[in-house]
T-cell receptor, first 117, second 107 residues
Framework: EPEVTQTPSHQVTQMGQEVILRCVPISNHLYFYWYRQILGQKVEFLVSFYNNEISEKSEIFDDQFSVERPDGSNFTLKIRSTKLEDSAMYFC???????????????FGPGTRLTVL | DAKTTQPPSMDCAEGRAANLPCNHSTISGNEYVYWYRQIHSQGPQYIIHGLKNNETNEMASLIITEDRKSSTLILPHATLRDTAVYYCISGYSTLTFGKGTMLLVSP
């Protein structure tokens, strides 16, 4: 069964450093998403991406964050200058195209645990 | 903020049906009701969704009230592996997770 994969599974970085989290969505999917979950808290939407551009983003997704689909298979989340409060589990998800009359479920990856020291 | 309310926790005996309620009284006409679950810090997993009609798949059944203000997810024969946080979400495509219901299935 196809699945979303994420690398690395755990990333440790120093405050102020840049990190890139990588995701390989399911191959025929067109919508891509990033979510985060701070330990013990809710899963929070960050951004959705479709047709090579951001389609929606939350207040959390500020100028420190960016997303890219560099080569047609990978989907990356970059945090330019990490802060302590960026420590969280980051989940990538993908789905087929949504239409008004047809919802396509999001498939989530296993997550990358980011620890900022 | 999430537009749904769910009980924080529920218990269920293994082999029995688990009925998880959700209130979504502010749902609008074209918004779906989705259910996802998260098993111990893994990525959330889709279970089922509905718009107006009741739905059933290999994992669960979804019963939506006629006024669409509430719904119930039914796991017909809960197993220990169904222990997870269950999220009821209303919306179109973006998922806004709440705190969900922690379902504990015990022997």
């Amino acid at each position: 069964e196809p699945e979303v994969t994420q690398t690395p599974s755990h990333q440790v970085t120093q405050m102020g450093q840049e990190v890139i989290l990588r995701c390989v969505p399911i191959s025929n999917h067109l919508y891509f998403y990033w979510y985060r979950q701070i330990l013990g808290q809710k899963v929070e939407f960050l951004v959705s991406f479709y047709n090579n551009e951001i389609s929606e983003k939350s207040e959390i997704f500020d100028d420190q964050f960016s997303v890219e689909r560099p080569d047609g298979s990978n989907f990356t989340l970059k945090i330019r200058s990490t802060k302590l409060e960026d420590s969280a589990m980051y989940f990538c998800a993908s789905s087929e195209e949504h239409t008004f009359s047809n919802y396509n479920e999001q498939f989530f990856g296993p997550g990358t645990r980011l620890t900022v020291l | 903020d999430a537009k749904t309310t769910q009980p924080p926790s529920m218990d269920c005996a293994e082999g029995r049906a688990a009925n998880l309620p959700c209130n979504h009284s502010t749902i609008s006409g074209n918004e779906y009701v989705y259910w996802y679950r998260q098993i111990h810090s893994q990525g959330p997993q889709y279970i089922i969704h509905g718009l107006k009609n009741n739905e059933t798949n290999e994992m669960a059944s979804l019963i939506i009230t006629e006024d669409r203000k509430s719904s119930t997810l039914i796991l017909p024969h809960a197993t220990l592996r169904d222990t997870a946080v269950y999220y009821c979400i209303s919306g179109y495509s973006t998922l806004t997770f709440g705190k969900g219901t922690m379902l504990l299935v015990s022997p």
